[in-house]
């Protein structure tokens, strides 16, 4: 069963950085056409709230403010998530 160091682990070293990543890709392509349409601006916007809502879980773990029970629901729903997006791109 995973623990809060997993899931702190797993948001520092794999989560956050893809959601960075995911933004900076979106944010050149919205330079790149000059203008974002409104589902990019959507998307932007939804990606900028996901790594705020992975900053703020963080922030909790370091404060111990999250059960051993907790952590090991999100680190799983977390893996099933990053699997499920593998597996789409693999596609």
Do not use: N, T, W
Not at 53 to 59: A, D, I, V
Request: net charge negative; charged share 45%.
């Amino acid at each position: 069963m995973a623990g809060c160091e997993d899931l702190k682990e797993l948001l520092e070293i794999e989560v956050i950085p893809d959601v960075e990543e995911m933004i900076d890709e979106l944010f050149e392509e919205i330079a790149d056409a000059k203008e974002a349409d409104e589902e990019s601006k959507s998307e932007y916007a939804e990606l900028q709230e996901l790594k705020s809502s992975f900053k703020e879980l963080l922030k909790d773990l370091q404060d111990g403010e999250v059960s051993q029970k907790e952590c090991s629901e999100i680190y799983e729903e977390l893996v099933k998530m990053i699997e499920s997006q593998e597996g789409e791109e693999s596609v």
